[in-house]
């Protein structure tokens, strides 16, 4: 797909979606400015030419601007992408704040997949009780940062409640090896993106545990449904939960990434607080599990899977004995 014109993007967010969307979008000839939280890190960016932390071997071309100062990245920006995780988002946005006549002609594209604990909140509502109406979409499906970074195909969707900047952002970020759907269910994209990491951490798990094919089948055909079941509560479409954003982003996340690796290693035995430790990593499967136990309780809404991860990650519980109290439930009609 041939870009209709190169624009100024700026991306926020070190991290390897961050840096991968960088490089992305400097491929397809958009002027590429990108920032950081951390001053020192971004200094070694720019020196070295590649995310040792996030992204490793994946060179950043220098025609990428990296920026220290975050009113220099988004100065004049028709593209500011949101690329910092769930628990961080709002105090990064708050420092857009001052910013905002800067911003104000700007899309903001959420690509956070996870919710806010304290607030319960979707990203692209913490984005609009700190900046307001903005002009506002998102980003999800299943997208392995290293394999967007090296031209491996990927579909996503692009989400707003403005069918027309959905198609804008569309647009201006699809390629030959990215290709974007759009849609109007913000919150449907955005809880298929949170929802599924704790149940990849469940699917983790029953590999940790040696567990084959028949277990996995079974975890992500029935966290779809209960990522669907908490969806729809609170206002999302059915249907958004069996594409892309829901059991797509659900499938590659079961099969490889972060929250999988996490539930792996615990069902191997080993401890969650040491996985973490070990990590630069956010996985956000973790913070995402306590904010769906508590919307689940919030619109009685039952999730026994997530239940599950959440007792194995803060409760105690080992997971052999959280898949019992999951094979030994009532049972139900499908």
């Known amino acids: 797909m041939g870009l209709h014109r190169a624009i100024a993007v700026a991306v926020l967010g070190d991290g390897g979606w961050g840096t991968a969307l960088a490089?992305?979008?400097?491929?397809?000839?958009?002027?590429?400015?990108?920032?950081?939280?951390?001053?020192?890190?971004?200094?070694e960016l720019d020196q070295r030419r590649h995310n040792r932390k996030f992204l490793p071997k994946i060179p950043i071309p220098r025609g990428i601007c990296i920026l220290p100062q975050l009113d220099d990245a988004v100065r004049g920006a028709q593209l500011i992408i949101l690329a910092i995780p769930a628990q961080y988002l709002r105090s990064v946005v708050n420092q857009l704040r001052p910013l905002r006549s800067s911003v104000a002609a700007s899309i903001l594209l959420s690509v956070a997949k996870g919710l806010e604990t304290k607030s319960l909140k979707r990203m692209s509502q913490v984005v609009q009780e700190e900046l307001g109406r903005v002009k506002l979409a998102v980003l999800s499906g299943p997208s392995i940062a290293s394999e967007v970074a090296r031209r491996h195909p990927a579909s996503l969707v692009a989400a707003s409640s403005s069918a027309a900047m959905a198609r804008t952002v569309q647009r201006w970020c699809?390629?030959?090896?990215?290709?974007?759907?759009?849609?109007?269910?913000?919150?449907?994209?955005?809880?298929?993106g949170a929802l599924k990491n704790p149940v990849a951490i469940a699917a983790g798990v029953s590999d940790g545990l040696g567990f084959g094919a028949?277990?996995?089948?079974?975890?992500?055909?029935?966290?779809?449904?209960?990522?669907?079941?908490?969806?729809?509560?609170?206002?999302?479409?059915?249907?958004?939960?069996?594409?892309?954003?829901?059991?797509?982003?659900?499938?590659?996340?079961?099969l490889s990434g972060r929250n999988h690796w996490l539930g792996e290693q615990l069902g191997r035995g080993r401890r969650l607080k040491a996985l973490l430790a070990g990590t630069p990593m956010v996985i956000e499967g973790v913070e995402t599990s306590k904010a769906a136990v508590a919307l689940g309780r919030r619109y009685d809404i039952e999730l026994p899977i997530i239940e599950q991860v959440h007792a194995i990650l803060f409760r105690g519980r080992s997971p052999r004995a959280a898949l019992q109290a999951l094979m030994l439930r009532a049972g139900k009609p499908e």
């Open 23 to 43: 490089i992305h979008l400097h491929r397809l000839g958009h002027q590429v400015r990108w920032w950081g939280a951390f001053p020192n890190y971004l200094r």
């Open 174 to 192: 699809m390629g030959d090896h990215v290709r974007i759907y759009t849609s109007m269910d913000v919150a449907g994209v955005e809880l298929g």
């Open 214 to 254: 028949n277990a996995k089948a079974a975890l992500i055909t029935r966290g779809v449904v209960e990522m669907a079941r908490l969806g729809v509560a609170m206002g999302a479409r059915a249907q958004t939960f069996w594409g892309l954003s829901g059991l797509g982003d659900l499938v590659t996340t079961c």
